[in-house]
């Protein structure tokens, strides 16, 4: 068990834009563990559409999944989505956002945000719902970490040059 609380890194940004690949190859380097996207799993386990309420759901099991794969993590937390992925996405769904998250994103906050840049090809997955709307979706991103005041790093191109670029910036 780890005793010292790690570097939390949320990796962010409209689908099909990295996060997962990027999450896995900063954990592999960096020799912790990453957490994948709780929505992922949950999804797959739904019978049904996912509705409104679902998203304050997903965002809570995304937390406890934080918190349980924190205590394994040596210095850094790589997570594979975040609270803002959630916000962004039921203000653009739904055109509002569910009092939880807003007060969670605020409460449990990160300590880097990787902003991931939709300049990759989009993969077709049947959980991807917007493979025309990820720049627009990237530019709500950008807007509100900079609304939030987070600290962040945006990542483009491949995965080798957004690697580095964490690598270097994570060693400083």
Same mark, same amino acid.
């Given at each position: 068990m780890n005793n010292k609380e790690p570097i939390r890194i949320a990796i962010t940004g409209p689908e099909s834009s990295g996060k997962t690949t990027l999450a896995r190859t900063l954990a592999g380097h960096f020799q912790t563990v990453w957490v994948p996207e709780y929505a992922r799993s949950y999804l797959e386990g739904l019978s049904r559409a996912y509705e409104f309420d679902d998203l304050e759901q997903i965002a809570r099991g995304q937390l406890a999944w934080e918190k349980e794969y924190g205590q394994r993590a040596h210095r850094f937390l790589f997570c594979d989505t975040d609270l803002l992925v959630l916000k962004v996405w039921s203000e653009y769904k739904y055109r509002r956002c569910s009092p939880f998250i807003l007060e969670a994103l605020r409460d449990y906050p990160y300590d880097l945000f $990787?902003?991931?840049? #939709? &300049?990759? #090809?989009? @993969? =077709? &997955? #049947? $959980?991807?719902?917007? #493979? @025309? &709307?990820?720049? @627009? $979706? =990237? @530019?709500i991103y950008l807007g509100e970490l900079e609304r939030m005041g987070s600290s962040f790093v945006e990542v483009r191109g491949s995965l080798e040059e957004r690697s580095s670029l964490i690598v270097e910036k994570l060693k400083s």
């Open positions: $990787l902003l991931c840049a #939709p &300049d990759i #090809p989009w @993969e =077709y &997955d #049947p $959980l991807r719902e917007n #493979p @025309e &709307d990820r720049q @627009e $979706l =990237y @530019e």
